[in-house]
């Protein structure tokens, strides 16, 4: 079956420590997003990619990068540099606006 | 600045009544809206959209209306199921083709009293 899979689901990390959250979509689209969800304030748009090896910041890219060195996975690295980087983090696909995101389960980061 | 409000964080309706969730934009740039759900724990599923250019779109129990001039939409839910509770996101889209995006609400908890 086609879909996106974010791994791990839980993840904790240590202050200080820089990690990688997964992304990887078998449904063939050319755009990826990573958001995140924190309480009361909705989604927010980090990073998106509409094509291999390039992508663009989104409202709250500060602290993290990305890279899309493949169409199938874009990989969000949540640095150091991020305060406040407990949050839900949701991974999305596109295949163009009309239809929709497609989004992963998500991944839900604590900082210890 | 938030371009996207859903200035309902909670509704509670009961079952076999009409659900209305409400949204609105400021930015003019949006071209394209949709509304998803999301349960706990997991991403949000798209349910229904519109075009800027259309003032109706109905899908099944689902019918979101626009109103450009007022920039507002609203997503009814008649009749309003258990499995209905969650939380709803509304969306709007901007951008150029191949430099889309969708800016997001803060959502709105429906809670279905059976």
């Known amino acids: 079956d086609g879909g996106i899979t974010q791994s791990p689901k839980y993840l904790f990390r240590k202050e200080g420590q820089n990690v990688t959250l997964s992304c990887e979509q078998n449904?063939?689209?050319?755009?990826m997003y990573w958001y995140r969800q924190d309480p009361g304030q909705g989604l927010r748009l980090i990073y998106y990619?509409?094509?291999?090896?390039?992508?663009q910041k989104g409202d709250i890219a500060e602290g993290y990068s990305v890279s899309r060195e493949k169409k199938e996975s874009f990989p969000l690295t949540v640095t150091s540099a991020q305060k406040n980087p407990t949050a839900f983090y949701l991974c999305?696909?596109?295949?163009?606006?009309?239809?929709?995101?497609?989004f992963g389960s998500g991944t839900r980061l604590t900082v210890v | 600045d938030q371009q996207v409000k859903q200035n309902s964080p909670s509704l509670s309706v009961q079952e076999g009544r009409i659900s209305i969730l409400n949204c609105d934009y400021t930015?003019?740039?949006?071209?394209?809206f949709l509304w998803y759900k999301k349960y706990p724990a997991e991403g949000p599923t798209f349910l229904i959209s519109?075009?800027?250019?259309?003032d109706k779109n109905e899908d099944g129990r689902f019918t979101v209306f626009l109103n450009k001039s007022a920039k507002h939409l609203s997503l009814h839910i008649v009749p309003s199921q258990p499995g209905d509770s969650a939380v709803y996101f509304c969306?709007?889209?901007?951008?150029?083709?191949?430099?889309?995006?969708?800016?997001f609400g803060t959502g709105t908890r429906l809670t279905i009293i059976p």
């Open positions: 969306a709007a889209r901007e951008g150029d083709f191949g430099n889309e995006k969708l800016t």
């Open positions: 930015n003019s740039m949006f071209d394209y």
């Open positions: 999305a696909s596109s295949a163009g606006m009309n239809y929709g995101y497609t």
């Open positions: 519109i075009s800027s250019i259309k």
């Open positions: 449904l063939n689209h050319d755009a």
């Open positions: 990619s509409q094509i291999v090896n390039d992508f």
